[in-house]
């Protein structure tokens, strides 16, 4: 099993709240990634990093805000949660060499009410 | 942007029997990779296969890989009850300068004792 934390694994707060979703990994991985999912959906690619200090927004829009100041932290925000924001946030990490397969946390679910 | 397509989007059938899983994408990809996710759970890699392979086995596992076609095929044999899960392909794209996987629609397979 890979070596990539996610926390809460579930949340449920509610509108207008400020959210931040822990990911951690003790692989030494340069590329990290979140994605959102909906229940029985594709994964959606909303940020990923190169490594520290670099961020990028990925595929899907999303209102959410990430930061890398270590390697092997990669946190995601809310600043004002809202209903919309309701799904499944995974977070991934993956070698420097391109190609190399992802490892998955196992997601934190967000219920925002 | 969507990359690839899945079908069937369910699979259910008796444990012993082989479960075929199909994936088109659209773009060239540097390669193909295969994930399972159990309910509630982050991904899990399977098995990846490069662009100038056509076949790849690991264990009851084999993949299959047609450039011209852009599809590949997942063929689990003697299927068990704990195959359970949803099955999604992901291409590494050859544009992108750093590795983004897009993901298939996904697989839902259930394997009844």
């Known amino acids: 099993e890979a070596d990539i934390y996610q926390t809460p694994r579930y949340l449920v707060i509610g509108t207008g709240k400020k959210i931040t979703l822990e990911c951690s990994q003790t692989?030494?991985?340069?590329?990290m990634y979140w994605y959102q999912q909906d229940p029985g959906m594709e994964l959606h690619l909303i940020h990923y990093?190169?490594?520290?200090?670099?961020?990028e927004k990925g595929d899907l829009s999303s209102e959410s805000t990430v930061s890398r100041i270590r390697t092997e932290h990669f946190p995601l925000t809310l600043e004002s949660a809202r209903p919309s924001h309701t799904s499944q946030y995974l977070c991934?990490?993956?070698?420097?060499?391109?190609?190399?397969?992802?490892?998955f946390g196992d997601g934190t679910r967000l219920s925002i009410l | 942007s969507q990359q690839g397509e899945e079908d069937p989007q369910a699979l259910s059938i008796q444990e012993g029997e082989n479960a075929t899983m199909n994936c088109s994408y659209k773009?060239?990809?540097?390669?193909l990779q295969w994930y399972r996710q159990n309910s509630g759970r982050g991904l899990v890699h399977l098995i990846l296969?490069?662009?100038?392979?056509r076949e790849k086995h690991s264990g009851r596992l084999r993949v299959t890989l047609d450039t011209s076609k852009k599809s590949s095929s997942l063929l689990i044999t003697a299927s068990r009850a704990a195959d359970t899960a949803s099955y999604f392909c992901?291409?590494?794209?050859?544009?992108?300068?750093?590795?983004?996987?897009?993901f298939g629609t996904g697989t839902r397979l259930l394997v009844s004792p």
């Open positions: 991934a990490s993956s070698g420097s060499t391109g190609g190399l397969p992802q490892h």
């Open positions: 692989m030494g991985h340069d590329k």
């Open positions: 990093s190169y490594g520290v200090n670099s961020t």
């Open positions: 773009t060239s990809i540097n390669n």
């Open positions: 296969i490069r662009s100038n392979e």
């Open positions: 992901a291409t590494d794209e050859v544009n992108t300068g750093f590795q983004k996987l897009v």
